[in-house]
């Protein structure tokens, strides 16, 4: 059985046991979490496709880390002769999906 969930502005397709990468949500490290925007279910015998979402339906996970991701850098020259370097660091929440329901 797999699910598509929406999270943190982003879309993603599950199923049990994967770990994935999503948008920073509050929480400690091995907590668990609750999906409730799940706008398709799938994987058994016709996919239930919600409008917006499948009432009903949840993914639950668990919080493997909170961390942040590589450092991105901005580098801006001008032609007066001035430089400038910036850095982002995107923090993010590692989750391995234990169970899908609907």
């Not at 929406?6 to 948008?23: C, N, P, W």
């Amino acid at each position: 059985m797999y699910a598509v969930i929406r999270t943190g502005g982003k879309q993603y397709r599950v199923a049990e046991g994967d770990v994935l990468r999503i948008e920073k949500v509050t929480g400690d490290v091995g907590t668990e979490v609750t999906f409730n925007d799940i706008l398709l279910l799938g994987g058994s015998d016709s996919p239930k496709i919600g409008q917006p979402t499948v009432s009903g339906a949840k993914v639950v996970g668990k919080i493997l880390a909170q961390d942040k991701h590589r450092k991105v850098l901005h580098f801006r020259k001008e032609k007066e002769g001035w430089t400038r370097r910036r850095g982002h660091r995107q923090p993010y929440t590692e989750v391995k999906v234990t169970s899908i329901s609907g």
